[in-house]
T-cell receptor, first 114, second 115 residues
Framework: KQEVTQIPAALSVPEGENLVLNCSFTDSAIYNLQWFRQDPGKGLTSLLL?????REQTSGRLNASLDKSSGRSTLYIAASQPGDSATYLCASPGGGTSYGKLTFGQGTILTVHP | GAVVSQHPSRVICKSGTSVKIECRSL??????MFWYRQFPKQSLMLMATSNEGSKATYEQGVEKDKFLINHASLTLSTLTVTSAHPEDSSFYIC???????????FGSGTRLTVV
């Protein structure tokens, strides 16, 4: 059974800092891994999707990496802004397909203060 | 794109009544939809998997008769909370995978408050 763990649970940084959020998973036979952002009281917004054959994906100030052999993924946020404050979740579908049940980490609550 | 529209965003109902939450895939066909429940400051808890044209699959501990799921078309899945009680108050979110290139898309969530 896939288990996903995220560290740290919470992170507070001053504006402008570069930061790294960590996600580890126990089953390396993943199909893909997806990073989401959730604002309070809102649904989830997809940030980046990394296929199992890829090592990283980039979107603007965000870069996500995937290392299947070590069971780890990282989300790098460059030049953080107060608007980046949110909960960040990583998740991977089970069953070796792209349509399996998502297993979520517990999330990292990020606060970027001016 | 891949958009899932969820309604209502907020609902307040009296104890004992039923509430229906709808999720529609706007620009793709969703043969499968997932329904989650989220308590404050916790991660998402999968309740059930909705399959178009067949019965939903419920996770262990989720009452099938209380949380009725219908997936009558390739673009619409509904979750009905029957005989709601205050302990059912929570944030409910739906999700659907479009394809391997898009991954999962989530609805905006429904805040249910039972008084």
């Amino acid at each position: 059974k896939q288990e996903v763990t995220q560290i740290p649970a919470a992170l507070s940084v001053p504006e402008g800092e570069n930061l790294v959020l960590n996600c580890s998973f126990t089953d390396s036979a993943i199909y893909n891994l997806q990073w989401f952002r959730q604002d309070p009281g809102k649904g989830l917004t997809s940030l980046l999707l990394i296929q199992s054959s890829q090592r990283e994906q980039t979107s603007g100030r965000l870069n996500a990496s995937l290392d299947k052999s070590s069971g780890r993924s990282t989300l790098y946020i460059a030049a953080s802004q107060p608007g980046d404050s949110a909960t960040y979740l990583c998740a991977s579908p089970g069953g070796g397909t792209s349509y399996g049940k998502l297993t979520f980490g517990q999330g990292t609550i990020l606060t970027v203060h001016p | 794109g891949a958009v899932v529209s969820q309604h209502p965003s907020r609902v307040i109902c009296k104890s004992g009544t039923s509430v229906k939450i709808e999720c529609r895939s706007l620009d793709f066909q969703a043969t499968t939809m997932f329904w989650y429940r989220q308590f404050p400051k916790q991660s998402l808890m999968l309740m059930a998997t909705s399959n178009e044209g067949s019965k939903a699959t419920y996770e262990q501990g989720v009452e099938k008769d209380k949380f009725l799921i219908n997936h009558a078309s390739l673009t619409l899945s509904t979750l009905t909370v029957t005989s709601a009680h205050p302990e059912d108050s929570s944030f409910y979110i739906c999700s659907a995978p479009k394809d391997s290139a898009y991954g999962y898309t989530f609805g905006s969530g429904t805040r249910l408050t039972v008084v």
